[in-house]
């Protein structure tokens, strides 16, 4: 018995795994971009301005345990597979809705 290949459901499939993989693989490469760097923020970097603005409406100081403190950590570490679990997920759903919205868009 032979059953027909959905392509469409393949499709789906390659989209939001792609974009779990590409989220978990391209995110250290993003945030050295921005000037976290496993040595520290980069001077005059995005990274900088930001902890700069956070340091300046905090009253002087970042906080721990915070989003930009998670990001230096990361950089600095690399992902644990929580995170990378967490953000594999993140981009995975990213993918389905990606996939939602092209497919909502058809003109058959």
Do not use: H
Not at 16 to 24: F, K, M
Not at 43 to 72: D, E, H, N, P, R
């Amino acid at each position: 018995m032979t059953e027909d290949i959905d392509l469409e459901q393949i499709c789906k499939l390659v989209v939001i795994g792609g974009g779990g993989v590409a989220t978990v693989l391209l995110t250290p490469a993003a945030l050295a971009a921005m000037g976290f760097t496993s040595t520290g923020i980069a001077a005059g970097s995005i990274a900088a301005k930001l902890m700069s603005y956070l340091a300046i409406t905090g009253g002087g100081g970042v906080a721990a345990g915070g989003v930009f403190a998670t990001l230096q950590s990361i950089a600095m570490g690399g992902l644990s597979w929580l995170g990378a679990g967490f953000l594999g997920g993140a981009g995975s759903t990213a993918g389905w809705v990606l996939s939602r919205i092209c497919n909502g868009t058809r003109t058959d």
